[in-house]
């Protein structure tokens, strides 16, 4: 199997520009902008009010795709030392051990996603403290209004839900931030801001290729078998997320994965008949197989900067490890020093990176048509 890359698409905006008919390059761009509104949005919503019935049991967070990443963000951004169990359910059905004492917080951009309507609806049951984010006067907003819950209203901006990331995030930082189990003062939520609104600038579609990173990783990522690992938990969210993105925003696949537990498994794949020089017998290979076997393994290093001194070693050994079996491997580096920024930073990058990869591969990343063919298929 070959894979056309169209790398010059990359040097012409105005190619760009035709190919983006959703405006995904100008919905990566609304980051930080995104983050400024909705520590407003979060405020107005009354989020504040959270601290006078004290800290929950445990915060569960229900959400799907773009919006699910949200519990995600904020699990990384409360970190291991938080007191408090922070869990992301993608799924229909609230475990048994959720009650009157946890939170439980639904995110949907659309407000009507089925699985997370299903689990806000048998939190409210349970009398679980409620608060909702998401679309205004939705199924969700209404839930959450029948519930006595708190609803953030998200301004998508027309943007995709996977394109609001930080709109839909931001509001569950806020919230965590009142309760005491995460430090996300203000002054954090404009340097983030700040450092995202930075960041745009140096992948702006304008930038060429030889001076922009995210270029530079499309181009390394398209037409390969991307491997994406995070060196901390945190990083780890970030090659989920670039993962998620590569799938709806590029139609591609990706393997993701975090140090240490990649080590113990998808460390295997240096060998095996996806690496450049593996120990596969390869004319057997393509007796079975067929064609030439292609693509490869390249490995994707989402790097923080804070590591366990295990983990750093881990990352070198890895990456000597891939080199030395000829695979060839990308790094990006976590800015900025709240957790919060080194998250979002990897996540700026790499979502560019998606949408770059897209044009290469000369796909439009804004359409999901399989997602809303399978929808309507259940939904008769
Ligand atoms: O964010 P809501 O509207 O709940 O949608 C949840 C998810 O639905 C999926 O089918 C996709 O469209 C995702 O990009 C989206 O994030």
Request: hydrophobic share 45%.
């Amino acid at each position: 199997m070959t894979i056309k890359i169209e790398e010059a698409v990359l040097d012409d905006v105005e190619a760009m520009q035709a190919a983006d008919a959703g405006q995904m390059l100008r919905a990566v761009a609304s980051s930080g902008a995104q983050v400024r509104q909705a520590a407003i949005a979060a405020e107005e919503a009354g989020l504040a009010r959270l601290r006078e019935e004290g800290q929950p049991r445990a915060v569960v967070v229900a959400g799907m795709g773009g919006s699910g990443i949200s519990g995600d963000v904020l699990a990384a951004v409360a970190g291991i030392g938080c007191r408090v169990p922070v869990v992301t359910l993608r799924d229909y059905t609230l475990p048994g051990w959720v009650g009157p004492m946890d939170l439980l917080i639904g995110v949907s951009c659309s407000g009507s996603t089925e699985e997370t309507l299903a689990v806000v609806e048998e939190a409210a049951r349970r009398g679980t403290r409620l608060v909702t984010v998401g679309a205004p006067k939705s199924p969700l907003a209404g839930l959450s209004e029948q519930a006595r819950g708190i609803h953030v209203p998200v301004d998508s901006g027309g943007r995709l839900p996977r394109a609001n990331i930080w709109a839909l995030s931001v509001p569950l930082l806020v919230a965590a931030h009142a309760l005491g189990l995460a430090s996300v003062p203000r002054e954090v939520l404009d340097r983030t801001a700040d450092l995202l609104d930075d960041i745009a600038q140096r992948c702006r579609p304008t930038s060429e290729a030889f001076v922009n990173p995210a270029k530079e990783l499309a181009l390394a990522v398209a037409g390969s078998v991307p491997m994406l690992w995070g060196s901390s938990p945190l990083a780890g969210v970030a090659a989920y997320r670039f993962a998620c993105q590569l799938n709806e925003n590029t139609k591609y696949p990706a393997v993701f994965g975090t140090l240490p537990e990649a080590n113990h498994n998808q460390i295997m794949a240096f060998e095996g008949a996806l690496a450049a020089s593996s120990n596969v017998d390869e004319d057997l290979f393509r007796d079975r197989v067929g064609d030439e076997i292609e693509p490869r393994i390249r490995l994707v290093l989402l790097r923080d900067t804070v590591e366990h001194p295990q983990v750093t070693r881990r990352r070198e050994v890895s990456q000597e490890l891939a080199e030395a079996r000829g695979i060839p491997v990308s790094e990006v580096v976590a800015e900025g020093a709240h957790p919060l920024e080194r998250l979002a930073s990897l996540v700026a990058l790499t979502d560019y990176a998606s949408v770059y990869a897209a044009f290469v591969l000369g796909v439009d990343p804004s359409p999901v048509a399989s997602i809303f063919e399978l929808k309507e298929r259940i939904a008769r």
